[in-house]
Structure formats: structure tokens, C-alpha cells
């Protein structure tokens, strides 16, 4: 994951390497973070692999062969120190296939890559496992792999045009729901058309 700074005099993006530094931090939360020595920090002229089984006795300083130091884009890293405001939302996805659909655990799958997957309980399995579905999230306890949450409403099939629509629609916050009254009475009355004077 990548943090981008607020602090004055320091504008840059800072690496977490891993689930231990990112700290159960979640995409979009606020957080304090503390930037590793320069010795710590990644060189790289392409992409830098995210792996949490990172060999911490790996050499962050090794060049590719054919690169000069300054050559090669050096990115800090560090890792979250502190949640200052979490920003939380319900999230559509889907529930982690299983075989077992009488347990209530279940593992819920993110349509957004950035979000990790979110443990619930469900009695409703065996109807949701091949459905899209909004989960909220409830807390994130220092002993889970996962943040915890809860199962919020069913949107539909996967595959169905209407539901990957509303998926497509809540996952950017595009308001999508009927107008209410009071702006339809807004409205000309049918039939309606443009009168002359607009058209000239």
C-alpha cells in the first residue's frame, strides 16, 4: 500500500511493505505513520513486489544490475502508527465460495482490490454464496487477520445485467436512487414540448 503525506515540507509517497505495517489500516482511512531511516527505504526502477512474507534479511539497497543509484527512484517506507479517523463504508462483493454452507462464518470478497476481505456471519449462505452482497464493517480486533462486519442487503445474482449496474453504481457513489416527490412535482406536466420562442 502507499500513503500519500500532508505534513509541511514533506511531500512524498510512503510504502507499507506488508500487513504487519499497514497496521489494520484500511484504503481511505487517515493515518499517522512513522518513515523508516534511509537505509530501510526501496530502490527500484520498476515495480516493487508487495509481498507480507517479505525476507527481512533481503539487502533494500541492491541495485539491478545495470542501474546507478541515481538512477533509480528511491521510495520511503514505514508503517502506520496510528488510526487518526476511519473512513468505513458498506462494501458490495461476494461471499468466499465453500463447500459448507450450513456454518455461519464466512469470509466476504471486496469488489474493491484495495480492501481486505471482511470475516461475517450469515445464516443465509447457501442464497448469497452465488450473489453480489453489501457488507459493512464493524471493527477490526487486534487478534483477526480480518476486520469483522455484517451483512447489510442482498443486490442480486452475479451475471445479471441490473445487479452489476447497482454494483458498478454504489462501488463510485453515483446517486442512482428514484427522485423523490417533491422535485418531480418540479417537472412540466405531460405531454410537454419546447415552445417556440425557446427554439430561436
Known amino acids: 500500500a502507499v500513503v500519500s503525506t500532508q505534513s509541511t515540507g514533506y511531500d512524498k509517497q510512503v510504502l507499507l511493505r506488508g500487513l504487519k505495517n499497514l497496521n489494520r489500516a484500511v484504503h481511505e482511512d487517515v493515518v499517522a505513520i512513522e518513515v523508516f531511516p534511509k537505509s530501510q527505504w526501496?530502490?527500484?526502477?520498476?515495480t516493487v513486489q508487495l509481498d507480507e512474507k517479505i525476507d527481512e534479511e533481503e539487502d533494500l539497497n541492491t541495485m539491478p544490475d545495470g542501474h546507478s543509484e541515481s538512477s533509480?527512484?528511491?521510495r520511503?517506507?514505514?508503517?502506520?502508527?496510528?488510526?487518526i479517523k476511519r473512513n468505513w463504508r458498506n462494501y458490495c462483493g461476494v461471499l468466499l465460495p465453500t463447500d459448507n454452507t450450513e456454518k455461519t462464518r464466512h469470509i466476504f470478497i471486496p469488489s474493491e482490490k484495495r480492501i481486505p476481505r471482511i470475516r461475517i456471519e450469515t445464516r443465509q449462505a447457501d442464497v448469497l454464496m452465488s450473489h453480489r452482497i453489501i457488507v459493512s464493517v464493524d471493527c477490526w480486533p487486534r487478534s483477526s487477520r480480518y476486520p469483522l462486519g455484517h451483512f447489510i442487503r442482498?443486490?442480486?445474482p452475479m451475471g445479471d445485467r441490473e445487479t452489476e449496474e447497482e454494483v458498478l453504481l454504489l462501488e463510485h457513489d453515483i446517486p442512482h436512487l428514484p427522485f423523490c416527490i417533491s422535485v418531480l412535482d418540479g417537472l412540466p406536466k405531460l405531454p410537454w414540448a419546447i415552445a417556440d420562442y425557446e427554439m430561436h
Open 72 to 74: 533509480i527512484y528511491v
Open 76 to 83: 520511503p517506507t514505514g508503517r502506520v502508527i496510528g488510526i
Open 154 to 156: 442482498d443486490i442480486g
Open 42 to 46: 526501496v530502490g527500484s526502477s520498476g
